[in-house]
């Protein structure tokens, strides 16, 4: 079953853009979208540790060459004016082949990166399952319930419910006492019940 929370990449780079953003804008913040492509292109300058590599030369094969890289000669760019425009484009096909084995590489780096966090994430993860007949509790969400009758008092689950059918993905077709079919809900939604 797909469970929209879990999908967490672009929550996971709005909050980088955030506090880049944060740390560009003026005191008033009201210049935030003047300064979003200076905080972009601090993101794509950062050497990320989970492909080892920086946006930008995944996507263009090369290291960037700052302004200030300009002003002051390196090894980089006295190499590449002392070339032939041919020898130069030459030398920027090397590059370009080589690009999808970089990308392959930053590839193999992320998900090696991933089932490390995944195998410590699991480490802690304690599984709910439930059988067909078991009963629970539903926790109430926050969109069924008013903020009219929540309060500090107000019960936070709901039940006791019936499970009817469990899925292999993790959810649960619940009936209540009444026979009113519930479901299909996470299991991280549930929890059992104790008469």
Known sequence: MY??????????????????LK???SKSKNDWHDRMEEALWAYRMTHCMP???TPYS???GVEEILPLK???????????????????SCLRLEELESLDEK????QQSLECYQARLSR???????????????????VRRPIITSRKLRGKFTLKWDGPYIVQESYSS???????????RIGPIHGKFLKRYYP
């Open 58 to 60: 995944l996507i263009h």
């Open 23 to 25: 740390k560009v804008v």
């Open 3 to 20: 469970y929209a929370a879990a999908n967490r990449l672009a929550e996971a780079f709005n909050k980088i853009l955030c506090n880049l």
């Open 70 to 88: 300009r002003q002051k000669p390196s090894l980089r760019l006295a190499v590449r004016e002392g070339l032939t425009e041919e020898e130069n």
């Open 120 to 138: 410590a994430f699991n480490k802690k993860v304690r599984l709910r399952s439930f059988q067909v007949g078991d009963q629970v509790l539903v």
């Open 170 to 180: 993790g959810g649960y077709k619940l009936v209540d006492a009444d026979d009113m």
């Open 51 to 53: 492909t080892q590599a």
């Open 103 to 106: 990308r392959q590489e930053a």
